[in-house]
């Protein structure tokens, strides 16, 4: 695959869970169409000039050295890192991309540093070796194949990332998922508790709305739909004591004009 050399690797993120991130990759061949805030970015700043230009990915190929001088650096202010923001860790049908990240989870652990990951491709079993304080998450928003081809046409099918992250859950690791962007009834009818029930062994759900998407809004009622699929997860967490967190804007104030 393509590569590129990068000058550095770590930094803190300003997103609302996040502390640091690595990407080790530019581009993504998962292609989500809600559409995808990374290939925006990528788009505005020149590092990716179509969207074709995007789904073809290049590994960094310097993500090892720059990690050996960049973690003594930061390592005393680093709670966790994540892997990744503007790119996916285990890209589907990317062993290279995979390997490297379990080689940057591997020196980052080494060094006492925690990681969490989240894919739309498959979590590797060797993740199970790694230290379990890392949490490993998958992101799901629908369980319907059709959909999942038309909007996220390059990740992994659902079952099969279902099946890995409840491997790692089996073998006790830490799993979350994030059912995020949610999409309105208007790209799709479903019922968010069939989601919920097929996750149920996870320790945290983490859920937000789609953004950027003007169809969201020429669904009349979108505002009461969000808050209340959001109080449908927060009750679920509560009841299955797990943890959850409901990204920002997701819950708003329903007016009359809404
Ligand atoms: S998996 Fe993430 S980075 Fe990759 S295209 Fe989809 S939204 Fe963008």
């Known amino acids: 695959m393509k590569t590129i050399k990068r000058k550095t690797l770590l930094y803190k993120t300003g997103v609302e869970y996040g502390d640091y991130t690595i990407n080790i990759a530019e581009g993504c061949s998962h292609g989500c169409?809600?559409?995808?805030?990374?290939?925006?970015?990528?788009?505005?700043?020149?590092?990716?000039?179509t969207y074709e230009d995007w789904c073809s990915p290049k590994l960094v190929s310097n993500a090892l050295e720059l990690l050996d001088k960049e973690i003594p650096k930061y390592k005393s202010k680093i709670q966790s890192v994540q892997l990744c923001f503007t790119t996916d860790p285990f890209m589907y049908n990317y062993p290279e991309i995979s390997d490297m990240s379990i080689k940057c989870i591997k020196k980052l652990n080494n060094n006492g540093i925690k990681c969490t990951a989240l894919t739309k491709g498959i979590l590797p079993k060797e993740l199970a070796e790694l230290s379990k304080e890392n949490e490993y998450g998958i992101t799901l928003i629908s369980l319907n194949e059709d959909f999942r081809k038309e909007i996220e046409s390059g990740s992994a099918p659902y079952k099969?990332?279902?099946?890995?992250?409840?491997?790692?859950?089996?073998?006790?690791?830490?799993?979350?998922?994030?059912?995020?962007?949610?999409?309105?009834?208007?790209?799709?009818?479903?019922?968010?508790?069939?989601?919920?029930?097929?996750?149920s062994f996870v320790d945290k759900i983490i859920f937000g709305r789609l953004n950027y998407n003007a169809k969201v809004s020429q669904y009349k009622d979108y505002k009461k739909f969000f808050n209340e699929m959001a109080n449908l997860v927060i009750n679920y967490c509560k009841s299955n004591n797990k943890q959850y967190h409901i990204k920002e804007g997701t819950i708003t104030e329903e007016t009359k004009e809404d």
């Open 160 to 199: 099969d990332r279902i099946n890995a992250l409840r491997y790692l859950h089996d073998k006790n690791c830490k799993t979350w998922v994030s059912i995020e962007p949610y999409p309105t009834p208007n790209f799709i009818e479903q019922n968010l508790s069939d989601i919920l029930n097929e996750i």
């Open 33 to 49: 169409k809600y559409p995808c805030y990374a290939m925006m970015m990528a788009k505005r700043f020149g590092k990716a000039k």
